[in-house]
């Protein structure tokens, strides 16, 4: 109902900041992976789908090679997503919700686990934190620990351009490094809370965020 209602709001002239089709796509796991990959935008492996003895036989071949991550098509803040260790740990289609998104885990064996997420609103960085945690889940909101970090220019690059993919005016995009190779991007959050990030940050992240919103130039 809500989307319906920025829906509704854009046909009648009305300028919302992120648009409906933005958070649909943000929001949608399987959408995100499909436009980032199409994007040529660098994600972890991901598969998708509603057959169970599919999802056992993805598990079956990509397990022996580490294990992957079970998510809630649409869900936020880690709850509700489980390691895939081997076929075993595939739940059933009821318990999935009826759909089986599975994405390669990237990370370390061990703790300390990491990641991090990049706060950007209307092409700008706002700021970037590391999410530290003892646990492979490293939402602030189940424990991890926000460090204050200076991106790459790889990863800023990166984090842009995922925003822009996704058509996010504002976004948090978490960004995770593999012990070899480039930053992936995990997610483009439409939604993205700040409640970490204003803990490491001096200014108010709510006022700048108002600001660049203001300053916007309308899309025709």
């Known amino acids: ?39 040529g935008i660098a994600t972890p492996q991901t598969f998708t789908t509603q057959n169970l003895a599919q999802a056992r036989a993805i598990a079956r071949r990509e397990c022996p090679s580490g294990p992957m991550v079970l998510k809630p098509l649409f869900g936020a803040q880690g709850w509700g997503i489980k390691l895939i260790e081997s076929e075993a740990d595939i739940p059933t289609a009821q318990e999935a919700r009826g759909v089986f998104y599975l994405q390669r885990f990237v990370g370390p064996s061990r703790p300390p686990y990491e990641d991090m997420r990049i706060l950007i609103a209307n092409g700008t960085i706002i700021g970037a934190m590391r999410r530290r945690s003892s646990h492979w889940i490293t939402n602030v909101r189940q424990g991890a620990k926000p460090l204050a970090v200076i ?70």
């Open 1 to 39: 109902m809500r989307l319906a209602i920025l829906h509704a709001l854009e046909q009648l002239g009305v300028r919302v900041v992120n648009k409906a089709r933005a958070i649909e796509a943000c929001t949608d796991k399987s959408l995100a992976s499909f436009l980032l990959q199409r994007a």
């Open 151 to 220: 991106p790459s220019q790889e990863e800023e690059r990166l984090a842009l351009a995922a925003a822009h993919t996704l058509n996010a005016e504002i976004a948090g995009v978490d960004l995770i490094v593999p012990a070899h190779g480039a930053p992936l991007v995990l997610e483009v959050n439409s939604m993205a809370g700040w409640f970490g990030l204003q803990k490491i940050t001096a200014f108010s992240i709510a006022e700048r965020l108002a600001q660049a919103t203001l300053n916007l130039t309308p899309q025709c």
